[in-house]
């Protein structure tokens, strides 16, 4: 079946603008992550969705970036007034959801390159 | 603060070797234990999930954990040139995480010829 997919898969832009992450997960999967990986460095939590709601949030670096998941589907991670510090891999992963073991299991989309200059 | 450990690496092995990859975990309630692949360029690949103490083994893959010692390992057997990656431990968060993971650094792999 179609794995989790993101879009676009390359961003460049420039220091100040805003800009929208797009991820569609696994269908059936109900749990739905952003990860933030700079060059060289590990995978960085930004927020997690369950269905529509997100009650994890702890990961956002700042005020200037924000998510939002609809109808426990596509997720569109928003960055304003993007900072060249933002630039990084955004990855996007999907999980079954719910309370077993094997909910936790995490699959990921092929990430989106951002660089802001 | 919830941590999960590895060795960074580099960690060389020729080619048919056994390549041994460690991770420790501070979180005592964490249930469910992962290793992702990545390649260079690359979003990460799940390609073990353990769950109870022991062994599980995948193929060339073994998977070892110890919750007692707070402890998982991965084995690669006969390693392959395309097996060299970073190897990426990840835990789940425990309590009412949820599913949220956390990720150790990852420990380069290369298999040489």
């Known amino acids: 079946g179609a794995g989790v997919s993101q879009s676009p898969s390359n961003k460049v832009t420039e220091k100040g603008k805003d800009v929208e992450l797009r991820c569609d997960p696994i269908s059936g999967h109900t749990a739905l992550y952003w990860y933030r990986q700079r060059l060289g460095q590990g995978l960085e939590f930004l927020i997690y969705f369950q269905g529509n709601s997100a009650p994890d949030k702890s990961g956002l670096p700042s005020d200037r970036f924000s998510a939002e998941r609809t109808g426990e589907s596509v997720s569109t991670l928003t960055i304003q007034r993007t900072q060249q510090e933002d630039s990084a891999v955004y990855l996007c992963a999907s999980s079954l959801g719910g309370r077993g073991l094997a909910s936790y299991e995490q699959y990921f989309g092929p990430g989106t390159r951002l660089t802001v200059t | 603060q919830k941590e999960v450990e590895q060795n960074s690496g580099p960690l060389s092995v020729p080619e048919g070797a056994i390549a041994s990859l460690n991770c420790t975990y501070s979180?005592?309630?964490?249930?469910?234990f992962f290793w992702y692949r990545q390649y260079s360029g690359k979003s990460p690949e799940l390609i073990m999930s353990i769950y109870s103490n022991g062994d599980k083994e995948d193929g060339r893959f073994t998977a070892q954990l110890n919750k007692a010692s707070q402890y998982v390992s991965l084995l690669i057997r006969d390693s392959q040139p395309s097996d060299s990656a970073t190897y990426l431990c990840?835990?789940?968060?425990?309590?009412?995480?949820?599913?949220?993971?956390?990720f150790g650094q990852g420990t380069i792999l290369t298999v040489h010829p």
């Open positions: 990840a835990v789940d968060a425990g309590g009412t995480s949820y599913g949220k993971l956390t």
């Open positions: 979180d005592r309630g964490s249930q469910s």
